[in-house]
């Protein structure tokens, strides 16, 4: 039986190898195989997984149910299922690496429980105590504001609890790190909870009015 066993070098090189003849090799070169990356920004709605696929039985929304997107495409730094906002993904691993790496900023703005205070404000920008992996780990200084006006691509959302409850206020955090569920343990951490996360920026990439669910196909992530 003849085996051909194929290695491929790069997107335009490959080579053949003979099991019955190990020291037979040819090599060609196939333009044809070139596969150019394809890029999408997506405003992410709550409810929904950053993911493709999901392994447990139990029903989960789906990126793949907002938009026909290509084979081996992935999402780059991952908002939780109860998260929302911009969210970037990819064909082209190596930009996943660039995205994810701590010189690049994303911005939130969280939804807290109460009048979030000057002084709280200053403790999130110094950085707070928060638990990570089971230690106590003091977040990096960050960029934090109160935000009085919301842009309208924030939209209403879901319906957080009822206003006799209690008021509710904006804070925007800019990061260049990404612990697990980070903004809302922060929050916490100075005594406002959050009850609503919406990452609006990464880098130089904006929500650009993308409303809910809706994806932008791009050439590039100009970061």
């Known amino acids: 039986m003849n085996y051909l066993i ?23 070169f196939c333009p044809n195989s070139i596969m150019k990356h394809r890029h999408f920004l997506l405003h992410k709605p709550h409810s929904y997984l950053s993911q493709f696929v999901y392994g447990i039985k139990r029903h989960k929304k789906l990126l793949g149910e907002l938009y026909d997107f290509p084979d081996g495409t992935m999402a780059i730094g991952r908002l939780d299922e109860d998260s929302e906002g911009l969210l970037l993904l990819t064909t082209d691993g190596m930009m996943s690496e660039i995205v994810r790496s701590q010189t690049i900023e994303k911005e939130y703005y969280a939804q807290v429980d109460g009048i979030i205070t000057p002084e709280a404000v200053t403790q999130l920008e110094n950085g707070v105590e928060i638990g990570f992996k089971g230690i106590r780990y003091t977040t990096k200084p960050c960029q934090a504001k109160i935000v009085a006006d919301l842009p309208e691509f924030i939209g209403e959302g879901r319906r957080i609890r009822e206003e006799r409850h209690g008021p509710t206020s904006w804070v925007s955090i800019t990061l260049t790190e990404g612990k697990f569920r980070q903004v809302r343990k922060m929050t916490a951490a100075v005594g406002f909870p959050t009850l609503r996360l919406v990452r609006i920026r990464v880098g130089n990439l904006t929500l650009q009015n993308l409303k809910a669910g809706e994806v932008m196909p791009v050439a590039a992530f100009n970061l």
């Not at 194929?6 to 060609?28: E, M």
């Open 6 to 28: 194929t290695f491929k070098v790069d997107n335009n090189l490959k080579i053949n190898f003979s099991k019955d003849h190990p020291l037979r090799w040819s090599f060609y």
